[in-house]
């Protein structure tokens, strides 16, 4: 399974931003879809992650700015980010977690760079 991030650039404050991923590879069951973020010098954070069955999970503080999506027949998870902040600076990197054989694997995305602008 691989996965292919992107949408990152470079935005000015107050702009938007859309990030694709879309997973390929042996694919049979999604369990969950997500972006995390890491900040140079900071920890990899959950910025928000979808269910299959649509549920949604947002880190506190980035509700009702962000907001993800999915296509479960095309693979992809989206994340729409409004409102942008130079604190929301960060390499994006898109997460699947995939059931196979009685067993649930996880990969990640190579990442895409988000720069924002004050």
């Known amino acids: 399974v691989q996965l292919q991030a992107s949408g990152g650039g470079l935005v000015q404050s107050g702009g938007s931003l859309t990030l694709s991923c879309v997973a390929s590879?042996?694919?049979?069951?999604?369990?969950?879809m997500g972006w995390y973020r890491q900040a140079p010098g900071k920890q990899r954070d959950l910025v928000a992650s979808?269910?299959?069955?649509?549920?949604?999970t947002y880190a506190d503080s980035l509700k009702g700015r962000f907001a993800i999506s999915a296509d479960n027949v095309k693979n992809t998870v989206y994340l729409q980010m409004n409102s942008l902040k130079p604190e929301d600076t960060a390499v994006y990197y898109c997460?699947?977690?995939?059931?196979?054989?009685?067993?649930?694997?996880?990969?990640w995305g190579q990442g895409t760079e988000v720069t924002v602008s004050s």
């Open positions: 997460h699947f977690a995939i059931y196979l054989n009685d067993d649930d694997y996880h990969y």
């Open positions: 590879g042996s694919i049979f069951s999604i369990i969950r």
């Open positions: 979808i269910s299959s069955g649509g549920t949604q």
